[in-house]
């Protein structure tokens, strides 16, 4: 069975940092591009960033660009992102998602984690 | 970057009925490249449909996609308890990959 557990959210003060994790299980890891959405509080989805399956490629919203880093850990089967000069507006629910192995589906999430709470607020 | 508008922004309609959901697109979506997710609420989004109409692993056949280019559509042909949450449409054709702002499905 496919899992992906994040953790790692939690209150942080505007400027400051924070990493996610997300422990992936049942699916062999280093195959698959990895993707990191949030969501703000009653709002909708919104893609942050994504990895390759080896780590060499990468790339991110233009809202997080330069202030956020993904990347991942195939010998511990693990997605992190990286989140410096942490701003109000990046408060939300952040899920990390598998997409699909060929091609033709690598920007179809087909799995998702619960998904981890980000608040930014002094 | 491609934005997608989804119409309406609530429907509310009775168990049993049919349901209609629009997803426009402010350019051509490449190869229909357009995924439905539902998501209900406190949970993680499940994916419904990819490339316009193929349904993903154990989702039921009243869920059916369909369109191509600017237009697409997700039809639930008789909504049962379970269904009543809100849709993503989302498209993968380019970069980024841009979500819907979504329909709400609640019960009438």
């Known amino acids: 069975e496919v899992q992906l557990v994040e953790s790692g959210g939690g209150l942080v003060q505007p400027g400051g940092s924070l990493r996610l994790s997300c422990a992936a299980s049942?699916?062999?890891?280093?195959?698959?591009?990895m993707h990191w959405v949030r969501q703000a509080p009653g709002k909708g989805l919104v893609w942050v960033s994504r990895?390759?399956?080896?780590?060499?490629?990468?790339s991110y919203a233009d809202s997080v660009k330069g202030r956020f880093t993904i990347s991942r850990d195939n010998a511990k089967n693990t997605l992190y992102l990286q989140m410096n000069s942490l701003r109000a507006e990046d408060t939300a629910v952040y899920y990390c998602?598998?997409?699909?192995?060929?091609?033709?589906?690598?920007?179809?999430?087909?799995?998702w984690g619960q998904g981890t709470l980000v608040t930014v607020s002094s | 970057e491609i934005v997608l508008t989804q119409s309406p922004g609530t429907l509310s309609l009775s168990p049993g009925e049919r349901a209609t959901l629009s997803c426009r697109a402010s350019?051509?979506?490449?190869?229909?490249?357009l995924a439905w997710y539902q998501q209900k609420p406190g949970q993680a989004p499940r994916l419904l449909i990819y490339g316009a109409s193929s349904r993903a692993t154990g989702i039921p056949d009243r869920f059916s996609g369909s369109g191509s280019g600017t237009d697409f559509t997700l039809t639930i042909s008789r909504l049962e308890p379970e269904d009543f949450a809100v849709y993503y449409c989302q498209q993968y054709g380019s970069s980024p990959l841009t979500f819907g702002p979504g329909t709400k499905v609640d019960i009438k």
């Open positions: 990895i390759n399956s080896d780590g060499s490629s990468t």
């Open positions: 998602a598998r997409v699909g192995v060929i091609a033709a589906r690598r920007g179809v999430f087909d799995y």
């Open positions: 350019q051509s979506v490449s190869s229909s490249y």
């Open positions: 049942g699916f062999t890891f280093s195959s698959y591009w």
